[in-house]
């Protein structure tokens, strides 16, 4: 498989679209398990369908409550790996209804295998999560901070 500008577009776009329309199948098809989230308050690790459906919901629960309107990532950069991942790098922007910022745009970086034809994130550096803005940060646990 290989990893070029339209992939990468694709890519962003199906974890990033799912999020305002609610296609769970489609930001769920871009995820290979276990895939780990690393934020500034520690990694999250999804190891089963059961924590990708919760975190999913969660973000959608976020959407509602902060009336997001518009999610924009920015692809900045991808470097192919010898052993046939890629590491991406973009730039996220989070708006609501409103045209208001929810947070300062910020960059992160993930880590995409291809698998069974289809290119799957494993990891992203970086993130900002549902929890900062439902105040849930599982560390698998699902507990409140």
Not at 129 to 135: D, M, R
């Amino acid at each position: 498989m290989t990893f070029d500008d339209a992939a990468f577009e694709d890519l962003l776009a199906d974890i990033t679209e799912p999020f305002l329309t609610g296609d769970y199948a489609r930001w769920r098809n871009r995820l290979r398990l276990p895939c780990t989230f690393v934020t500034q308050a520690g990694p999250i690790t999804l190891a089963s369908e059961d924590d990708v459906e919760r975190s999913f919901a969660m973000y959608q629960m976020a959407v509602r409550s902060m009336g997001l309107a518009h999610v924009h990532h920015k692809p900045l950069h991808f470097d192919p790996c010898p052993d046939g991942t890629v590491i991406i790098t973009y730039e996220t922007n989070i708006l609501r209804r409103d045209g208001s910022r929810i947070m300062p745009p910020y960059t992160a970086s993930a880590l995409v295998h291809p698998d069974d034809g289809t290119w799957r994130l494993s990891s992203i550096m970086n993130a900002m999560g549902h929890h900062h803005w439902t105040g849930t940060h599982p560390f698998l646990s699902g507990d409140q901070e």
